[in-house]
């Protein structure tokens, strides 16, 4: 399974953006896939995630109301929806599946990352 993650960019505060990770290779079926970030000097650190059959979602009280996970089956994509950036939001930002519980990833798969920077 490859993931391909897209859609980071510089952004102002307040702005938006939206990231996107495809799977290729095989369906996220049966995955719960999340979003992680690392910030320069920081640990790589949980975002958000999704349970790719049920649809749950779960966040990090970070970006918890300002960030939203979804998925698109046919496309066999996750988005993260994020508004109200802020700089401390920048990072790289990874997707990554399979999960274990809601925050923690296995090492299955991992996105390439995407940077996103946030300016004030």
């Known amino acids: 399974v490859q993931l391909q993650a897209s859609g980071g960019g510089l952004a102002q505060a307040g702005d938006s953006l939206r990231l996107s990770c495809a799977a290729s290779?095989?369906?996220?079926?049966?995955?719960?896939v999340g979003w992680f970030r690392q910030a320069p000097g920081k640990e790589r650190e949980f975002v958000a995630s999704?349970?790719?059959?049920?649809?749950?979602?779960y966040y990090a009280t970070s970006v918890k109301g300002r960030f939203t996970i979804s998925k698109d089956n046919a496309k066999n994509t996750v988005y993260l929806q994020m508004n109200s950036l802020k700089p401390e939001d920048t990072a790289v930002y990874y997707c990554?599946?399979?999960?274990?519980?809601?925050?923690?990833?296995?090492?299955?798969?991992w996105g390439k990352g995407t940077q996103v920077t946030v300016s004030s």
């Open positions: 990554a599946a399979p999960m274990v519980g809601v925050t923690t990833a296995t090492g299955g798969y």
């Open positions: 290779g095989r369906t996220y079926s049966g995955y719960r």
């Open positions: 999704i349970n790719w059959n049920g649809g749950s979602t």
